[in-house]
C-alpha cells in the first residue's frame, strides 16, 4: 500500500495528465433537479483554475497538513479538492451547512477540525460571513477559516510551473 505523500502525488499526477491528454474535454459537469447541465468544466480550464489554486494553497501552512472543505458541491468544490492533492494537502470533505444551521452545526465542524487536526477551513464567502457572524471561529479549533477564492482572481502562476514543481515548492517550504 503507497503511503499518503506518493498516493498524494499520484493523483495529482493523473489529474495532469489526463487533463493534458484531453484539454478540449468536458472534466465535470454539475446537472440541476431539472437535468440541465449548470456548470461544466474541460480538463484544460480545469487543470489552469486547480494550478492557481494549488499554488495559492502551497502558501498556506505546510505539505500534509488537513484542509477542510466545507463547500457545496459543484465545480468550487472539485477544484478545491484537486488543488489540495497538486499542493500536497489533505483534503477532508464536509457537507457544507447552510448558513442560517450554522450554529447548529458548529460543535460537528469542530469535532471533525478537532479529530483531523485540521489547519485550514475552506468554505463559501457567505457561510464565511455567516460564521463569523454566528459561531466563534476561534472555538471551533486553531483552523483558519478562508472562503476559496475564485480561481480567475488569482495571479496567473509563472509559465515554467508545473504541478510538480508546486507540491515540490510546497515541500521545501516545511
Known amino acids: 500500500m503507497e503511503d499518503g505523500a506518493a498516493l498524494v502525488a499520484s493523483l495529482g499526477e493523473g489529474l495532469r495528465s489526463g487533463c493534458q491528454a484531453a484539454p478540449g474535454q468536458v472534466a465535470y459537469a454539475f446537472v440541476g433537479g431539472d437535468g440541465r447541465v449548470r456548470e461544466s468544466v474541460t480538463r484544460g480550464e480545469l487543470a489552469q483554475q486547480v494550478q492557481r489554486l494549488a499554488h495559492w494553497l502551497a502558501g498556506q501552512g505546510q ?9 457545496p458541491a459543484g465545480l468550487d468544490f472539485a477544484r478545491a479538492f484537486w488543488a489540495c492533492m497538486v499542493a500536497g494537502r489533505v483534503a477532508v470533505p464536509i457537507p457544507a451547512p447552510e448558513a442560517t444551521r450554522l450554529r447548529h452545526a458548529g460543535p460537528r465542524i469542530e469535532g471533525v477540525v478537532m479529530d483531523c487536526d485540521a489547519q ?4 463559501t464567502d457567505a457561510l464565511l460571513a455567516a460564521a463569523q457572524e454566528l459561531v466563534d471561529t476561534a472555538a471551533l479549533g486553531r483552523a483558519t477559516w478562508k472562503a476559496l477564492p475564485q480561481a480567475s482572481a488569482l495571479p496567473p502562476v509563472p509559465a515554467a510551473t508545473t504541478f510538480h514543481s508546486i507540491a515540490t515548492r510546497s515541500r521545501s517550504i516545511s
Open 120 to 123: 485550514l477551513v475552506l468554505t
Open 63 to 71: 505539505p500534509g497538513d488537513r484542509v477542510l472543505l466545507a463547500l
